[in-house]
């Protein structure tokens, strides 16, 4: 007769309380991962796309003032001296402050081309995106290193390559990489060894927690329900297009300005 193994209820409760602790670990693990990797470039598109392309607008309109009004300036300390503006030093002096903000403008530019095409990328149908983030958790279960401290070195790679293929949307590669799994069981834990990996997985939870608390305090999570509210993104883009047209304006009269500058002459040559 084969007789049963009994477990002391106390220990039934430490391993009880070690996978919920580990189930709460890989589902905010989780959540952080795709807070990172796919709710914030969307957000960061629809940002860039609604709000940062007016931003830019504004931007540039504003190099442009300060270049032309910087230009003003030195032009008008030649007539301060009553001299001859020297014409090639100005622009030598103008194309030095010019080149400082180009590599800005290329990056800001490049981020709202980037925004764009991420909008207009075709994406999964919805049974693939809800087979992804499932293999994905099935993996992460079985492999996380904070919910495994001791992995081999194979289950560390599987792992590391899981997270890589997850962020590109490789279904292939997850499915390869959940077929090879085999997952431990709670139950092959030594006693002795459960208030430890207890207390190093609550440790995870926290440390998740921290991390999710932390990106939804900062952008763009701080706009994730205002991106979804089309009063909100129509105000913001009213506000910003005042301001656009009173920097045209501002140019424009500062273009003039400088206009009437340069036709000055020394009193000598007048």
């Given at each position: 007769?084969?007789?049963?193994?009994?477990?002391?209820?106390?220990?039934?409760?430490?391993?009880?309380?070690?996978?919920?602790?580990?189930?709460?670990?890989?589902?905010?693990?989780?959540?952080?991962?795709?807070?990172?990797?796919?709710?914030?470039?969307?957000?960061?598109?629809?940002?860039?796309?609604?709000?940062?392309?007016?931003?830019?607008?504004?931007?540039?309109?504003?190099?442009?003032?300060?270049?032309?009004?910087?230009?003003?300036q030195l032009i008008q300390a030649y007539i301060n001296r009553n001299?001859?503006?020297?014409?090639?030093?100005?622009?030598?002096?103008?194309?030095?402050?010019?080149?400082?903000?180009?590599?800005?403008?290329?990056?800001?530019?490049?981020?709202?081309?980037?925004?764009?095409?991420?909008?207009?990328?075709?994406?999964?149908?919805?049974?693939?995106?809800?087979?992804?983030?499932?293999?994905?958790?099935?993996?992460?279960?079985?492999?996380?290193?904070?919910?495994?401290?001791?992995?081999?070195?194979?289950?560390?790679?599987?792992?590391?390559?899981?997270?890589?293929?997850?962020?590109?949307?490789?279904?292939?590669?997850?499915?390869?990489?959940?077929?090879?799994?085999?997952?431990?069981?709670?139950?092959?834990?030594?006693?002795?060894?459960?208030?430890?990996?207890?207390?190093k997985a609550q440790e995870t939870v926290d440390s998740f927690k921290?991390?999710?608390?932390?990106?939804?305090?900062?952008?763009?999570?701080?706009?994730?329900?205002?991106?979804?509210?089309?009063?909100?993104?129509?105000e913001q883009q009213v506000e910003i297009a005042e301001r656009i047209?009173?920097?045209?304006?501002?140019?424009?009269?500062?273009?003039?300005?400088?206009?009437?500058?340069?036709?000055?002459?020394?009193?000598?040559?007048?």
């Amino acid at each position: 007769m084969t007789q049963s193994v009994v477990i002391h209820p106390k220990v039934t409760a430490l391993q009880n309380r070690l996978e919920e602790l580990r189930q709460e670990s890989a589902r905010l693990y989780l959540k952080a991962e795709y807070m990172q990797f796919e709710e914030k470039p969307h957000m960061l598109s629809l940002y860039e796309t609604y709000i940062g392309k007016l931003l830019f607008e504004e931007f540039q309109l504003g190099i442009e003032i300060r270049l032309i009004n910087l230009e003003a300036q030195l032009i008008q300390a030649y007539i301060n001296r009553n001299e001859r503006p020297d014409e090639e030093q100005i622009a030598t002096r103008i194309r030095y402050e010019k080149e400082k903000f180009k590599s800005e403008l290329e990056e800001k530019e490049a981020t709202i081309k980037a925004a764009q095409e991420y909008l207009n990328a075709p994406s999964y149908s919805k049974e693939e995106t809800e087979e992804l983030r499932n293999l994905y958790r099935l993996i992460a279960k079985a492999l996380h290193p904070d919910l495994h401290p001791d992995q081999t070195q194979r289950e560390k790679d599987l792992f590391l390559k899981a997270v890589s293929a997850y962020r590109i949307g490789d279904i292939f590669v997850l499915r390869q990489i959940a077929l090879a799994l085999t997952e431990e069981s709670i139950v092959d834990i030594p006693e002795v060894d459960l208030p430890r990996l207890i207390e190093k997985a609550q440790e995870t939870v926290d440390s998740f927690k921290l991390r999710i608390e932390q990106m939804n305090a900062v952008f763009p999570f701080i706009y994730r329900d205002k991106l979804t509210d089309s009063e909100w993104i129509k105000e913001q883009q009213v506000e910003i297009a005042e301001r656009i047209t009173n920097a045209k304006k501002q140019l424009e009269q500062s273009k003039n300005y400088l206009m009437m500058l340069k036709i000055w002459k020394p009193d000598s040559l007048s």
